[in-house]
DNA sequence: TTGACATAGTGTCACAGAGACACTAATATG
DNA sequence: CATATTAGTGTCTCTGTGACACTATGTCAA
């Protein structure tokens, strides 16, 4: 009944998505140490109990390290486990998928050079460590299928947006247009938007800005998105 | 950079549902030892990395061996973790949730004095271990959701099954009624369940029985039923 | 100043699937 | 054969998405 010979390496890794001119982005840091080195991979690393609570905070505070500030989403994706993941033996990992607006990231990002956004359609192209392409690929369905039912991709954004901004940063994420119309039906049904007292040029007629109301939920709606 | 100090106690706990005359219920055992002698506990245990090609098989395993049979379904429901949740130190609990049917497995439980089915609505007036009571109430706020757009109680029944018997399991999950009408068009629009040759008896009419389609897997509706 | 253009935002109809509920079908029992 | 009981259908309402035309308000160039 002792744990100690059987305890296999626990770590955890994040999916940090953005969106940027239109395109759905992962960060991923250069792996400097065997095994994979050079190759890409998710931010991530081993708890740290003398200053994590919990595994909210591992994740928190590695995506911190790397972008400079916390993740404005962060929710648990899923936990994957194997004897042949890791070559050094039975891994298991629990990986977390993360939202920020890239206006927020985007000057931290550039000085460091052993991190960079990689568009997730791009990733082929791309040498990943370990399983991270699998977990990309979970995370990305994950984020598609909350898409539907849910304001979760208003994470992609900065403080205060216009429709057509949230908009783009879904049609991003969902690779399908949407109408305009439906989705001001659930900004005004989801009651956890606020109109801020600015607007914006757009090019036209001014662009109403909206924030988040302060410590609102995000709600479920009853009914997707069509596909 | 070394992991050896700061690992912490990893641990799979399952929540096993099934539902029984019209009542969800958990099963759970009784600790032998501390922490938290006498009191009430999910289902768990270590990985064993000689036998389990994952976390889900140890999750099968430990199940398997307190039912007598591996569960119906099984999904990944949250990692919880923190300083204080084990008396014995940092803890990272990955939490399942599964559902049986019960007929399948009654013949077995009984024997087996450790461990019993309480009825979820009953746990306050039970001494559970740990942060157990979360972890049920959030595997039955996640199986209450399934439950409003996909078919997942269909695990909660044997392989052939009437519409009664399905509309009244997912009628003991929402703890709502339910229209038998919506159910069918569900049934017939899911396109996952197949008409059996046999109907049974059931007081009036006879009942068709209905199977799962071998290998199929459940669909997601586009719209919830509503709460 | 004005007209063309571009983007923001609205009005409204069609469509799909859930809710409600009455109706028909089939089986048991007195 | 009448009645009770459960199975299954017909169909209307209701709600929210899709589609798309229409109005509103800004810029820019002639």
Redesign the pocket.
């Known amino acids: 009944m002792s744990t100690e010979y059987t305890n296999p390496l626990f770590t955890v890794d994040s999916v940090l998505f953005t969106v940027k001119n239109g395109q759905l982005m992962v960060l991923l840091v250069k792996r400097a140490q065997a095994p994979f080195t050079g190759d890409w991979a998710l931010p991530g690393g081993f708890i740290d109990v003398l200053q994590d609570i919990n595994t909210d905070a591992t994740a928190s505070r590695k995506l911190e390290a790397k972008t400079g500030l916390k993740p404005a989403y962060l929710e648990q994706l899923q936990v994957i486990s194997g004897p042949d993941r890791d070559p050094r033996g039975f891994s298991v990992t629990l990986a977390y998928f993360a939202l920020v607006a890239w206006q927020d990231v985007s000057p931290q990002i550039s000085s460091v050079e052993s991190a960079s956004w990689i568009a997730v359609n791009d990733l082929e192209k791309t040498n990943l460590a370990f399983d991270h392409l699998q977990i990309i690929q979970m995370a990305k369905q994950r984020l598609q299928q909350k898409t539907l039912y849910s304001m979760t991709p208003v994470f992609c954004l900065p403080g205060q947006f216009?429709?057509?901004q949230l908009k783009s940063v879904i049609e991003a994420i969902i690779e399908k247009p949407?109408?305009?119309?439906?989705l001001?039906?659930?900004i005004e049904?989801s009651g956890i938007f606020e109109i801020s007292e600015e607007?914006i040029?757009?090019?036209?007629?001014?662009?109403?800005l909206y924030t988040l109301k302060p410590g609102a939920d995000l709600v479920n709606?009853?009914?997707n998105?069509?596909l």
């Open positions: 216009t429709i057509a949407i109408q305009r119309k439906s001001m039906r659930r049904a607007k040029p757009s090019g036209g007629r001014m662009a109403q709606f009853e009914r998105l069509s």
